[in-house]
């Protein structure tokens, strides 16, 4: 089992950053990769980033590239989500999330929040 809680949410401006933070723990060994999806009212919920545990190696949605860095400690009981040049369209409920290739685990859920 393994156990994920997000944080660094809230309101911002359009143009601003924040950024999101989730702390794992549990069977953390067993994770090939970490990441975060958002789902926003009336839509379904998507991936933002990912990064796997061994190399760091990260993929991006297309609406985030060049915006949001995903990073994660050499531990990998942290994984981050730095935010920048935020605009209104990124309003969503975040979700840290992880996997093992056979279990996904899913974080609580961090409101970001967009608005002038």
């Known amino acids: 089992q393994v156990y994920l809680v997000e944080s660094g949410g809230g309101l911002v401006q359009p143009g601003g950053s924040l950024r999101l933070s989730c702390a794992a723990s549990g069977s953390i060994r067993s994770l090939n990769a970490m990441g975060w999806y958002r789902q926003a009212p009336g839509k379904e919920r998507e991936l933002v980033a990912s990064i796997t545990t061994s190399s760091g190696s990260t993929n991006y949605a297309d609406s985030v590239k060049g915006r949001f860095t995903i990073s994660r400690d050499n531990a990998n009981t942290m994984v981050y989500l730095q935010m920048n040049n935020l605009k209104p369209e990124d309003t969503a409920v975040y979700y840290c999330?992880?996997?093992?290739?056979?279990?996904?685990?899913w974080g609580q859920g961090t409101q970001v929040t967009v608005s002038s």
């Open positions: 999330t992880s996997t093992d290739g056979l279990l996904d685990y």
